[in-house]
């Protein structure tokens, strides 16, 4: 076999470089099946096998039947999470996931500030409005409001 | 041209406008983001539950002279300017920055534009 010949694997895996074609093309043949058999359990074995998991479930029991939550009147939204710890929790309970199907739209606000052809590409609304006693105050860009 | 950043007070109970301050942001393809994820909020000295009606402001809000603010709002711009706004009429505070606009780029040592500025609401770590 000439130097360069694509098949210069099968001679390195010990067969003589004088086979003849076919039975080269056979060999390489097996020799690739072989590692992508050998990559695909790898694969199948990674995907089953997750060493770094921890299984576990969070306990349901109440730790703390008033647990602070910061300086943000219950009814108030003052900051992105809701106060300044951050917890993103509301302790107003008239909605529950009981009643939560009975909602209905209040009122739609557009803003009209939206994506022109010279923007970014990545315009987004992304806003989280505060609530501080009877108004909301959001940022644009923004492209629709949903209550 | 169509200026982004805008802060908007509404009507929690209708979703009326009770002002709209246009920060006068105008586009720029340099930027990664356009958005405003969120401002901020700064209680009035006697607390939160003291603080005054949110007027119906007719017009533009920018177009307000500075006033002197107790409670603020923050409304950071994507063109790295951070305002400070009383959350009563939307006029800037003029006891804030340079009369309620702070320059995010000031001493920066790259001032390419739509390389640095904010997205994110300020935070407050006392105060309240």
């Known amino acids: ?147 | 041209m169509h200026p982004h950043n805008w802060l908007v007070a509404l009507n929690a109970d209708t979703g009326q406008e009770r002002w709209v301050y246009k920060a006068g942001v105008g586009p720029n393809s340099q930027r990664q983001h356009q958005t405003c994820r969120g401002v901020s909020y700064l209680p009035p000295e006697g607390g939160v539950e003291g603080a005054p009606e949110v007027q119906n402001i007719g017009r533009p809000a920018e177009d307000q002279p500075p006033v002197s603010c107790d409670a603020h709002l923050y409304l950071p711009t994507a063109d790295a300017r951070l305002l400070a706004l009383d959350p009563e009429t939307g006029a800037r505070c003029e006891g804030f920055a340079q009369q309620g606009e702070l320059d995010l780029m000031h001493n920066m040592p790259y001032t390419q534009s739509g390389f640095y500025y904010s997205t994110s609401p300020r935070w407050w770590p006392t105060g309240w």
């Open chain 1, 1 to 147: 076999m000439a130097a360069g010949d694509p098949y210069w694997l099968v001679s390195v895996a010990g067969h003589p470089a004088a086979d003849t074609g076919v039975e080269t093309a056979a060999r390489a043949a097996i020799t690739f099946g072989g590692v992508w058999a050998l990559c695909g359990l790898a694969l199948l074995g990674s995907l089953l096998n997750s060493p770094h998991t921890i299984e576990g479930r969070l306990g349901e029991q109440v730790v703390n039947e008033q647990p602070d939550l910061g300086e943000s009147p219950e009814a108030d939204w003052l900051a992105w999470g809701r106060s300044n710890l951050g917890q993103r929790y509301s302790p107003l309970g008239q909605i529950t996931p009981d009643n939560v199907g009975q909602l209905e739209e209040a009122w739609r606000y557009q803003t009209g500030d939206t994506k022109q052809p010279d923007d970014t590409g990545e315009t987004t609304y992304e806003a989280t409005p505060l609530k501080v006693g009877n108004t909301l105050y959001l940022c644009t860009p923004i492209t629709g409001w949903w209550p």
